[in-house]
């Protein structure tokens, strides 16, 4: 799986600008706010979709954010520095973005896996997972 090729049309031709950002600029990158947030059923599928972002890893800053590996004030630490890319599940996502620990200021694309897990759940019928008319 090459997700690179797809993020990369996303963004333009200054993929790498928009993507990689390496430095907090006031008013224009804040900690905590990432360019891709990636939502999988779990921490193994989310692991398998930022593995298909390989070659971004080593240019921007990517965080997985999974409950079963890291407490939340942990997880709330690495949310303090710049992030490019941010993973996990929505439970996840959601409570740090209600805790104000994740910002969407600079949010440009939210890949949601829609592959189905063992259990036969995928993001669009996964139990925890609810759809809000507004």
Same mark, same amino acid.
């Given at each position: 799986?090459?997700?690179? /090729?797809?993020?990369?049309e996303?963004f333009?031709?200054k993929? /790498?600008?928009?993507?990689?950002?390496?430095?907090? !600029?006031e008013?224009?990158?804040?900690?905590?706010? %990432?360019? $891709?947030? $990636?939502?999988?059923?779990?921490?193994?599928?989310?692991?398998?979709?930022?593995?298909g972002m390989r070659s971004?890893? /080593?240019?921007?800053?990517?965080?997985?954010l999974?409950? /079963?590996h890291?407490?939340?004030d942990?997880?709330?630490?690495?949310?303090?520095?710049?992030?490019?890319?941010?993973?996990?599940?929505?439970?996840? !996502?959601?409570?740090? !973005? +209600?805790?104000e620990?994740?910002?969407l200021s600079?949010?440009s $694309?939210?890949l949601? +896996?829609i592959?189905t +897990?063992?259990?036969?759940?995928s993001?669009?019928?996964? %139990?925890?997972v609810?759809?809000? +008319?507004?």
């Open positions: 799986m090459r997700l690179e /090729k797809h993020i990369k996303a333009g031709a993929w /790498k600008e928009g993507l990689c950002e390496g430095k907090l !600029i008013g224009k990158i804040e900690a905590g706010s %990432p360019a $891709v947030l $990636v939502l999988a059923t779990s921490a193994l599928r989310s692991i398998e979709l930022l593995r971004f890893a /080593k240019e921007c800053h990517a965080v997985k999974f409950s /079963k890291m407490k939340i942990e997880q709330v630490s690495l949310l303090k520095n710049i992030v490019n890319i941010a993973s996990d599940t929505p439970s996840r !996502i959601k409570k740090l !973005i +209600d805790i620990a994740l910002g600079r949010l $694309v939210i949601l +896996d592959h +897990d063992v259990k036969g759940y993001l669009l019928t996964f %139990p925890q609810r759809f809000v +008319d507004s």
